[in-house]
């Protein structure tokens, strides 16, 4: 049996992890809008690497916001603010893992193709969303389910005094 080129094998590989992403309907309204909004509005910059990295356990684990976290952590109303909400933690985390986690494999394999200028790797990455949005379905999806989550971490933080605009990075 002839094996296949590495690079076909790699791109066989990332195309099954496209396939297996969720995407936002096909009668969703923003299909029409194309472009001329954008659509992949994180809540808070960056306020959910805050949430990868308290899910992570390791301070480190994103240059910058181990020392977001240490500050977030020993803020007075941090305590409260988890146990009333360790439903919505639990469900932050969820999502992490099962939504963002393999977009952000996706993402990445992209963006090597991108930076390759491999344009048909791109093309057959699109295409094989099965959406006319391609990839970019699947990253409006992420952030549907992520950043009403974390807007009701930030109403929380609120609630028990903790300024989460000082972790929207």
């Known amino acids: 049996m002839e094996q296949l080129p590495a690079q076909d094998v790699q791109l066989a590989e990332c195309l099954e992890r496209v396939r297996a992403l969720p995407t936002i309907a096909l009668d969703d309204p923003r299909i029409e809008d194309r472009g001329a909004t954008p659509t992949n509005i994180q809540f808070g910059n960056n306020f959910y690497l805050v949430w990868v990295v308290l899910e992570s356990g390791n301070l480190e684990a994103i240059t910058g916001f181990g020392d977001q976290v240490r500050k977030l952590v020993g803020m007075s109303g941090w305590v409260d603010f988890t146990e009333t909400n360790q439903d919505l933690i639990d469900e ?70 903790i300024p989460p605009e000082e972790f929207y990075g």
């Open 92 to 161: 932050i985390f969820r999502e992490l893992d099962t939504t963002l986690k393999p977009y952000k494999v996706v993402f990445n394999d992209f963006c090597g193709y991108l930076s390759d200028r491999d344009w048909g790797a791109l093309d057959q990455m699109n295409g094989a969303t099965g959406h006319p949005l391609g990839v970019e379905a699947a990253n409006i999806y992420v952030w549907d389910k992520l950043n009403p989550l974390l807007q009701a971490a930030a109403e929380g933080m609120r609630e028990v005094g």
